[in-house]
């Protein structure tokens, strides 16, 4: 992977998901640029950015547009090519994550949306000219996309829209040698999961009757990532990609 130029965006600490894709994917040779949310996220990691060497480390709220102008300034100025995104982001405020769906704000729908998926079509549209040898885009998925899962809430209509908007992309995006997919991973202890009412239960259920009777681990995920950023991986595109223990499967 020694020739890789990976993005990864959404690492808070050493429990993100986003941190288990950077560091195998580094791992493997790949040269990996990290972003950082805010001042605070930069504390936590800023360490993990230089335990990975990583040769480009800067500030992105995606939220935030004359940030991601400017890392992709930085990005084209340092490399001029990047051949993989993965993009391990979501958010949605406390109030309207607890509560039931038909409860929820617009305004908390939309942040919702905009953070955990619009965002993935911004950055893809940033780095569609940077993959000029074409390339492999990423995003976090959950089962709660499929089915009705217990706390999931709010976070299952935003989860089915980004991947069907993985769909979209993949198809838009193919003739560029671009592959879109999803990773939905099992559940997994992280501080986005926190927020989640009962997650020990959830992971406790899903260790208890996943086919494997295990939950996944960060490097896992990482290994599947890095697969999908290889060229080996280059007849799949437009996937949701389960990474559960094949939970899922026992609907
Ligand atoms: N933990 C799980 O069980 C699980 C399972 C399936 C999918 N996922 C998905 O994996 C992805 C990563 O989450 P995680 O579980 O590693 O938790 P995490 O808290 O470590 O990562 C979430 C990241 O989103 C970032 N983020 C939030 N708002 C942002 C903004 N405005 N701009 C830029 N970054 C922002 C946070 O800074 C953080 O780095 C999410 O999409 C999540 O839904 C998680």
Known sequence: ?????????GVANEHSIAWGCAKVLHEKGARVALTYLNEKTKTYVDPLAKAIDAPLFMPLDVQNPEEQEALFKEITAQWGRLDVLIHAVAFAPKEDLQGRVIDCSLEGFQTAMDISCHSLMRLTKAVEPLMKNGGSIMTMSYYGADKVIDNYNLMGPVKA???ASVRVLASELGA????????SPGPMAT???SGLSHFDDLMAKVAAQAPTHMLTSLKQVGELAAY?????SSQITGQVIYIDGGYHIKG
């Open 1 to 9: 992977m020694s020739f890789l130029n990976c993005l990864v965006v």
């Open 161 to 163: 829209a980004l991947e």
């Open 176 to 183: 560029k040698g671009i592959r879109v997919n999803a990773i």
């Open 191 to 193: 501080r986005a999961a």
């Open 228 to 232: 999908l950023a290889s060229p080996q």
